[in-house]
Each structure stands twice: as structure tokens, then as C-alpha cells.
């Protein structure tokens, strides 16, 4: 009785969960996220220098389920996972639940990004994107004629 009492004071989870919203959803690279309240896949960005890369915790995902989209420079990652058990659910056996089921989806700004050139690998639940750096535009030289 006092264990389940406990739980519903302190949830390490929850916190750590609001943490990481309040921080990618104000970081400068991640446009926002979007889907169940209770789980938000974690992700990792780095300055490789001539490339970023993205990796993403997607643990329980069928590579067919994980989709990248890019739209007006803003690359999508989406993945979506569905209930096999949702039968068992409605029959009351479950004592706790805490794996989720749904749409999951997080946002990210490719700015300075070379579209064509991102490689994506999935592997043992994990999502790497390698996304290079566009190479830096050269000034132009420019003759200006007199009239």
C-alpha cells in the first residue's frame, strides 16, 4: 500500500519527461515535438564539423514504422507504434502499464544542412542521421562595366 502510494507522489519519470520538453522545445535546432504525454523519444544532436548528427532512441520500432520527412527546411521524424495487446487491456489484466502505443513525432530546423546528402541508419532501436554541412558560399567575382 505505501509503495503504490509513493508512486503517485514522486514520479522521476514525469520529471525528467517535462525536463526534456521544456529543453528541445527551446532549443534553437528542435521545432517542437508532438505525441503521448507519457513517452517522447529521446534524441542527441553534435557538431562532427563538416556534419551533424542526429541520433534518436526508438526502441520497439519496426524500421518500416520510423519516417523521415523534410518540408520547407524543417526535417520530421515520426514513428508509430501500435497496441498488440490492447485485447488483454479491455480484459483487465493488467496491473500496471507503462509502455505506450500511438504516433510520435519531433521536428528539427535544418538550416544549414545539405538536404540532399543526409544519410539515415537504423539499428538496434536506435535512429543516426549524419546531415552535412552545406559548404560555404564563395563570394562571387564580379566585373562592373563603364558606360
Request: proline share 4%; charged share 30%.
Amino acid at each position: 500500500m505505501f509503495r503504490n502510494n509513493w508512486l503517485a507522489v514522486v514520479d522521476p519519470f514525469e520529471a525528467m519527461d517535462s525536463f526534456e520538453k521544456s529543453f528541445f522545445n527551446n532549443s534553437p535546432f528542435f521545432a517542437g515535438s508532438k505525441g503521448s504525454d507519457a513517452f517522447s523519444f529521446g534524441t542527441d544532436l553534435t557538431d562532427e564539423g563538416d556534419a551533424y548528427q542526429l541520433t534518436a532512441d526508438l526502441p520497439g520500432f519496426n524500421k518500416e514504422d520510423i519516417h523521415l520527412d523534410i518540408n520547407n527546411d524543417v526535417l520530421t521524424i515520426s514513428a508509430e507504434r501500435h497496441s498488440e495487446a490492447e485485447d488483454q487491456d479491455k480484459k483487465g489484466k493488467y496491473i500496471r502499464r507503462e509502455r505506450t502505443y500511438g504516433s510520435y513525432q519531433r521536428s528539427i530546423s535544418l538550416g544549414d544542412v545539405d538536404q540532399e546528402n543526409i544519410k539515415a541508419k537504423y539499428d538496434n532501436g536506435v535512429l543516426t542521421l549524419t546531415m552535412p554541412k552545406k559548404a560555404p558560399a564563395l563570394p562571387e567575382a564580379k566585373k562592373i562595366e563603364i558606360e
